[in-house]
C-alpha cells in the first residue's frame, strides 16, 4: 500500500488541523495504521494508532483528548484531528500502516508502509 500524508500547515496555539493520509490500493480494509511524528532535533515518537477495523484506538499520553484518529475503510483514508494545538505539536506528521496481526503499534519498526510527511508549525 502507499500512503499520502496531507494536511499540514501554520496555526496558532490553541487552533486545529485535520490531517489525511490516503492509500492506495483495495486491501487498506486490512491494515491497522498510525499516526508519527518527528519534531527537529527529536527522534520519531509514536501519536496516534487505529485497528484495521477502526474499532479500536489508540493515543499518546502527549495528545490524548486533543487528538482524534478515523478512518473511513471505503474512502482508503485515515484522518487525524488535532485540536487545541500546541507549539510542543511542532513536527513533520507521519502516517503509516501495517497488516492487521499481533503488533506493538506504538513502535514505528512494527510499521511497513510510511507516507511522506506533512509539517504542522504551531506558533506560539
Known amino acids: 500500500v502507499q500512503l499520502q500524508a496531507s494536511g499540514g500547515g501554520l496555526v496558532q496555539a490553541g487552533g486545529s488541523l485535520r490531517l489525511s493520509c490516503a492509500a492506495s490500493?483495495?486491501?487498506?480494509?486490512?491494515?491497522?495504521m498510525g499516526w508519527f511524528r518527528q519534531a527537529p532535533g527529536k527522534e520519531r515518537e509514536f501519536v496516534a494508532a487505529?485497528?484495521?477495523?477502526?474499532?479500536?484506538?489508540y493515543y499518546a499520553g502527549s495528545v490524548k483528548g486533543r487528538f482524534t484518529i478515523s478512518r473511513d475503510n471505503a474512502k482508503n483514508t485515515v484522518n487525524l484531528q488535532m485540536n487545541s494545538l500546541k507549539a510542543e505539536d511542532t513536527a513533520v506528521y507521519y502516517c503509516?500502516?501495517?497488516?492487521?496481526?499481533?503488533?506493538?503499534?506504538?513502535?514505528?519498526?512494527?510499521?511497513?508502509?510510511w507516507g511522506q510527511g506533512t509539517l504542522v508549525t504551531v506558533s506560539s
Open positions: 503509516a500502516a501495517y497488516p492487521y496481526g499481533s503488533r506493538r503499534y506504538e513502535i514505528d519498526s512494527s510499521y511497513d508502509h
Open positions: 487505529i485497528s484495521a477495523s477502526g474499532s479500536s484506538t
Open positions: 490500493g483495495r486491501t487498506f480494509s486490512i491494515y491497522a
